[in-house]
């Protein structure tokens, strides 16, 4: 009581609660770029916590399509700097759209073998589609259909539909498809027309032949091989575009 000067609220919290603070509500916040904004006009030390590498990290990004394109990529790639997987995923698959592969692959691979396995499942898709990238894109899918994404591990080849994996990363991959398409303007991918020579392929696991392969959901269906039972997914992912 007697001190000369007696300090803010501010001041006398430590900065690694501060920090707490902000990135609490970045990751939060239906609105986290404001907020950030406006946290940062407060006083320095909000203005240093906003700025810290865990706030960038666990940043929501899926809030921003109201941005013009140029920030909202700037926005993501501070995020992506900062080891946010969100904004990885993101990045690659614009870059994907834009025919960026190779960066594009790089993001999405890299925030997939970090634990992102939805980044591994669009990653997987998307080299599905090139006929020289197949064998990598079934790879990367058979990993994330056990859910773990290792660098160097050969994983069980599925082949089997209907792993609720799976299944949950293909409703959030075409949202995110969706979105990024109408933002870009680009569309590329298309359902490829094939049938199998085994006429047990694709066949429901209660033995019930059925050659709709397409326009189904919650059926488990087993194929002759992990290249059509990913052939099935890329085309059962394709519909929802």
Not at 104 to 133: C, P, R
Request: charged content about 25%; aromatic content about 10%.
């Amino acid at each position: 009581m007697g001190e000369k000067y007696c300090k803010s609220f501010i001041d006398i919290i430590p900065q690694e609660l501060i920090e707490e603070i902000v990135a609490y509500i970045a990751s939060t916040s239906s609105r986290s770029l404001h907020d950030l904004k406006i946290l940062r006009g407060c006083c320095k030390s909000f203005y240093v916590a906003s700025k810290s590498r865990k706030v960038g990290q666990l940043m929501r990004v899926d809030n921003l399509w109201y941005l013009d394109m140029k920030e909202y990529i700037s926005v993501l790639q501070n995020c992506a700097q900062k080891d946010n997987l969100e904004a990885c995923l993101v990045l690659g698959l614009i870059d994907c759209m834009k025919l960026k592969m190779d960066s594009g692959i790089q993001y999405l691979t890299n925030a997939a073998f970090k634990g992102h396995l939805l980044a591994g499942y669009v990653g997987g898709i998307i080299l599905y589609k090139n006929q020289e990238t197949r064998p990598s894109g079934m790879a990367m899918l058979n990993m994330v259909a056990i859910g773990r994404v290792d660098h160097g591990s050969k994983p069980f080849e599925s082949k089997k539909s209907g792993n609720y994996i799976i299944n949950n990363c293909r409703y959030s991959a075409a949202k995110l498809f969706r979105d990024i398409v109408w933002s870009i303007e680009c569309k590329w991918l298309e359902k490829e027309e094939w049938e199998c020579e085994s006429r047990l392929c694709g066949r429901k696991i209660d033995d019930i032949l059925c050659n709709e392969w397409l326009g189904e959901d919650g059926l488990v269906r087993e194929f002759c091989s992990h290249v059509c039972r990913w052939k099935y997914e890329f085309n059962m992912f394709t519909t929802l575009l």
